[in-house]
């Protein structure tokens, strides 16, 4: 049961109608609107009465942005039997859920990535003490179909958050083939040589299990244009700089926290 009918959940369907996953999906979503987009493009159950929604599941996946969670919990009211809630909101501590709604709910929280779409997602689980490992199993499962799965202790996960989403691959292919461009390239041979450097290194790196080191040394040169580039990307405090954002994004993820 799905409760929030936006993009994370759009993506996560998407991602299990492709692994063929065959127990009934059921959606709530105040928006009508959008509860009728999932149905005619997934064939979810749609469900717009939230006690209804709530009544009917044993496993409760919160995909909702983290200023609407407290509301939604507010109008679930009391869970009078064993529930297991996965909460997806950034920066929403097990602690605060905890509170928020008690036993007999046993909660979890999860970060999937987008990319579960295609089934090549990453999602980091965390755990509250108390949820048994047959819960903790059926979570990892749910998830293991639209990709990998890592749990971690909660104290990493707002690193984690701040980390792992595809808008870091996505911002560098564009900023380098714009970048390429202004050098000459061809918008479409910009986008295939910054591709080519970003995804099929990775993928090099993923499969040959090459120490990242050695693929350095590897493809740098001493002397040679790589290296020349990488010297003059670390002397702009490109490291500085990215480690200025991502503690930007520790402190949003926190603020959720407080909120």
């Known amino acids: ?23 009934p999906i059921v959606v709530h979503d105040r928006h009508l609107r959008k509860l009728q987009q999932l149905k005619r493009q997934y064939s979810v159950e749609i469900e717009p009465n939230l006690s209804r929604a709530v009544g009917q599941a044993s496993l409760l996946i919160l995909a909702v942005r983290p200023d609407s969670l407290d509301e939604l919990l507010k109008q679930m009211g009391r869970i009078n039997r064993p529930v297991t809630a996965v909460s ?28 579960c779409l295609r089934g090549t997602g990453l999602t980091a689980v965390a ?18 179909k639209v990709g990998s799965v890592l749990e971690l202790p909660e104290s990493q996960f707002d690193a984690f958050t701040v980390t792992y989403s595809p808008s870091h691959g996505y911002h560098t292919l ?11 390239l061809q918008r479409k041979a910009a986008l295939t040589a910054a591709a080519h450097a970003l995804a099929d290194g990775i993928l090099c790196w993923r499969e040959t299990r ?7 040394d590897e493809a740098a040169t001493p002397g040679g244009i790589a290296a020349t580039v990488m010297s003059s ?17 520790l402190m949003r993820a926190r603020k959720n926290a407080k909120n």
């Open 88 to 115: 997806l909101a950034a920066g929403v501590p097990l602690a605060k859920l905890q509170t928020r709604l008690g036993p007999p709910v046993r909660w979890a929280r999860a970060m999937p990535s987008p990319a």
């Open 210 to 216: 090459t120490s990242l080191r050695d693929l350095l």
């Open 1 to 23: 049961m799905f409760l929030g009918g936006g993009r994370i959940t759009s993506a996560l369907i998407a991602g299990l109608r492709l692994a063929g996953y065959e127990t």
């Open 174 to 184: 564009a900023t380098l083939a714009s970048v390429a461009e202004k050098l000459g």
């Open 127 to 144: 755990f509250e003490r108390a949820l048994s490992p047959a819960a903790r199993r059926e979570v990892k499962k749910f998830f293991a």
């Open 233 to 249: 990307i670390d002397a702009a405090g490109y490291r500085r700089i990215l480690e200025r954002s991502l503690r930007r994004g």
